[in-house]
């Protein structure tokens, strides 16, 4: 879709009915016959617009697919998604958002794609990401804090996940999985990746990049029986806008608070009514250890309390969880 098509669409979501073609051709510089080709270009890609002699056009279906002019209708947000870059097809939208936030791009700005062809997860593993069908998005954050504050994002992030998924579908049971997963049945939904650019007393920026199954009606064979969608779980079809545009309402507010204080305190007892791993046998493998045990919580600075068989309590700040299967 073109800027001037993008801009059209925008202005029939704001009007909720219908606006005629002088009042659009007079407001974008145009002919009236260019408004009539931008509207079949807006139909041609999904968008469903009616005309009507005497009154013009109205819009009156929407794709659900992330562009602006579908998630800026239900911000409540004051700065997170209001410049948003929208990508049929990129490598990955943490490259293309590190790519921007090293330039002049302000804090909020989201980069979202229809498709990834090099989506990555953490410990460098792909993320399969079909076009037309999922959520993949990247988020800007321009932190004033410490830098060994800085993973204590990715818990913040799952919170606001979480609740953004809670009010779309209050059926949902999902939980986090200490530290970036989101999961439905106890298979994964959703994943976050965080990337920092700092110094050991600054923080330059954070890339927040998640990726979350939405639609997506079939797995590959060996996903199968750890991983998920909306879809799969539910029947139903989402608007992966309305799913954006959650997630930054929620997520604007946490980490406005979050940055006024000094850790995880405020947040510390939702994480842990929705973790999955809360009182629970767990394994969390290191690069050159793992650590066993029974989770009985989560640290003010995120990291996950492991208490041992002889009754010690490990505090972990990264590694890979997993459940173990012989308790």
Same mark, same amino acid.
């Given at each position: 879709?073109? /800027?001037?098509? #993008?801009? +059209? /669409?925008?202005? $029939? ?26 509207? &079949?270009? /807006? ?9 009507? %002699?005497?009154?013009?056009? &109205?819009? %009156?279906?929407? !794709? ?9 209708? @239900? ?6 998604? &209001? ?28 980069? *979202? ?18 076009? =037309? ?21 990715? $818990?913040?992030?799952?919170?606001? +996940? ?19 997963? +989101? ?5 994964? /939904?959703?994943? *976050? @990746? ?12 954070? *890339?927040?990049?998640? =990726? ?11 996903? $199968? ?6 879809? @799969?779980? !539910? ?18 507010? @946490?980490?406005? !608070? ?6 995880? !305190? ?15 046998? *767990? ?5 050159? &250890?793992?650590? #066993?045990?029974?989770?009985?919580? +989560? ?11 002889? =009754?010690?309590?490990?505090?972990? #700040? ?10």
């Amino acid at each position: 879709m073109n /800027l001037l098509s #993008s801009q +059209i /669409l925008s202005r $029939l979501t704001s009007a909720g009915d219908f606006l005629s073609g002088e009042e659009l051709s007079s407001a974008f510089g145009i002919t009236r016959s260019a408004v009539w080709k931008h509207i &079949r270009m /807006l139909r041609s890609e999904g968008y469903l617009v009616d005309a009507v %002699t005497g009154r013009g056009y &109205r819009l %009156t279906g929407l !794709t659900g697919r992330a562009v602006a002019a579908e998630v800026e209708p @239900l911000l409540t947000s004051r700065r997170f998604g &209001r410049n948003l870059v929208y990508l049929g097809v990129t490598d990955s939208t943490n490259l293309q958002a590190k790519a921007l936030a090293a330039g002049d791009s302000p804090e909020g700005t989201v980069v *979202v794609a229809d498709t990834q062809t090099g989506g990555r997860g953490r410990m460098g593993r792909t993320w399969v990401s079909p076009p =037309g069908e999922n959520l993949y998005f990247s988020l800007i954050l321009r932190p004033r804090v410490p830098s060994v504050r800085v993973p204590q994002l990715t $818990l913040l992030v799952a919170a606001a +996940i979480h609740r953004a998924l809670s009010a779309i579908s209050g059926d949902l049971q999902a939980k986090i999985k200490w530290p970036n997963d +989101i999961l439905l049945n106890e298979k994964k /939904l959703c994943g *976050v @990746l965080c990337e920092m650019q700092s110094e050991p007393d600054c923080t330059h920026f954070v *890339v927040v990049g998640i =990726g979350i199954n939405v639609n997506q009606s079939e797995l590959p064979a060996e996903l $199968l029986e750890i991983a998920t969608s909306l879809f @799969l779980e !539910t029947g139903q079809l989402f608007s992966r806008a309305e799913i954006l545009a959650a997630f930054l309402n929620h997520f604007e507010p @946490l980490y406005d !608070t979050w940055m006024s204080e000094e850790d995880l !305190t405020f947040i510390l007892p939702y994480l842990e009514e929705h973790a999955l791993l809360q009182s629970r046998m *767990v394994s969390i493998e290191q690069f050159n &250890r793992t650590i #066993s045990g029974r989770v009985s919580g +989560i640290a003010r600075g995120g990291e996950l309390m492991i208490e041992s068989a002889d =009754g010690r309590t490990a505090m972990v #700040s990264s590694g890979e969880a997993h459940l173990r299967k012989d308790i």
